[in-house]
């Protein structure tokens, strides 16, 4: 089955730039669009961006300035980039598929999550 | 931005009791509304796509529907393993939104 895992350091400093990975077992990265989704710690869902696999992009207007999402289809790995991170950038950052079209657009699989504290 | 409201924030219930979850959208969304389920400590899990389609092995007592602007989630008898949020979430336009969670917990 496929399974989705994030990877990368467990603490930023403010002002620096958080960078996460998301490898995808189990299937191929094409033909879906891979998103990145955060939640601070007791707060609802954001959606932040997602990357198609052949490289397309759509980010959220509240971070459109500080992200950047990649995929390297060769190791079935899509990753996150968000710089001049604050305090209020802490949160559990996941990453999921999205499958469907249409109505039926929806994310129906997703990474453990990780949590990443902003923080000098 | 389309916003997403849910109601209520929380509620407590009994084991076999029959609970509703409202979620309204700020525009009309037609059936572009999924609903998930996130326990502590877990990502959320796919529950119901396109307002009212159960996803692949979610049990049937979950069930969906609304249209346009207004939409419910049901849980026909709540089950000990229910416990946990409830999130909506719009697919009709990015950035996709969700709603800010409705929290079901023990009687």
């Known amino acids: 089955q496929v399974q989705l895992q994030e990877s990368g350091p467990g603490l930023v400093k403010p002002s620096e730039t958080l960078s996460l990975t998301c490898t995808v077992s189990?299937?191929?990265?094409?033909?879906?669009?891979w998103n990145w989704i955060r939640q601070p710690p007791g707060k609802g869902l954001e959606w932040i961006g997602y990357i198609y696999y052949s490289g397309s992009t759509n980010y959220n207007p509240s971070l459109k300035s500080r992200v950047a999402i990649s995929v390297d289809t060769s190791k079935n790995q899509f990753s996150l980039k968000l710089s001049s991170v604050t305090a209020a950038d802490t949160a559990v950052y996941y990453c999921?598929?999205?499958?469907?079209?249409?109505?039926?657009?929806?994310?129906?699989?997703w990474g453990q999550g990780t949590m990443v504290p902003v923080s000098s | 931005d389309i916003q997403m409201t849910q109601s209520p924030s929380s509620l407590s219930a009994s084991v076999g009791d029959r609970v509703t979850i409202t979620c309204r959208a700020s525009?009309?969304?037609?059936?572009?509304l999924n609903w998930y389920q996130q326990k502590p400590g877990k990502a959320p899990k796919l529950l119901i796509y396109?307002?009212?389609s159960l996803e692949s092995g979610v049990p049937s007592r979950f069930s969906g529907s609304g249209s346009g602007t207004d939409f419910t989630l049901t849980i026909s008898s709540l089950q000990p393993e229910d416990f946990a949020t409830y999130h909506c979430q719009q697919s009709y336009s990015t950035p996709f939104t969700f709603g800010p969670g409705t929290k079901v917990d023990i009687k």
């Open positions: 189990g299937d191929s990265i094409s033909p879906y669009y």
């Open positions: 525009q009309s969304i037609t059936g572009y």
């Open positions: 999921a598929r999205r499958r469907g079209s249409g109505s039926r657009d929806n994310f129906d699989i």
């Open positions: 396109a307002a009212s």
